[in-house]
């Protein structure tokens, strides 16, 4: 059974940093293993804003590249988000999502969501 938790969500004010975290549990992060960060603000459709494949390839939105980071841990089977310069308009909830290049499945997975509040 595929698993996706997030964590370290949380409110901060412009300017500032926040660091998430996804452990995934039941499949491991390999070869051709794609991942990544999306997220969705109240009333917005979801945006995806940073990818990251198994070799290390990484990808972003032009809404967030320079500011964000994406990054895995194979070892601790764990995808990781840093988050600088924070702006209000980051202001989302933020999932983690495994594509079926990662399990198998005829889909893709996706966490529970983690919430970020940037007051400007």
């Known amino acids: 059974q595929v698993h996706l938790v997030e964590s370290g969500g949380g409110s901060v004010q412009a300017g500032g940093t926040l660091r998430l975290s996804c452990v995934a549990s039941?499949?491991?992060?390999?070869?051709?293993?794609?991942m990544g960060w999306s997220r969705q603000a109240p009333g917005k459709g979801r945006e995806g804003v940073a990818h990251i494949i198994s070799d290390g390839t990484t990808t972003y939105a032009d809404s967030v590249k320079g500011r964000f980071a994406i990054s895995q841990d194979k070892a601790k089977n764990t995808l990781y988000r840093q988050m600088n310069s924070l702006k209000h308009e980051d202001t989302a909830m933020y999932y983690c999502?495994?594509?079926?290049?990662?399990?198998?499945?005829?889909?893709?997975?996706w966490g529970q969501g983690t919430q970020v509040t940037v007051s400007s």
């Open positions: 999502v495994a594509e079926s290049s990662c399990t198998g499945a005829h889909r893709a997975y």
């Open positions: 039941g499949y491991t992060i390999s070869r051709d293993c794609s």
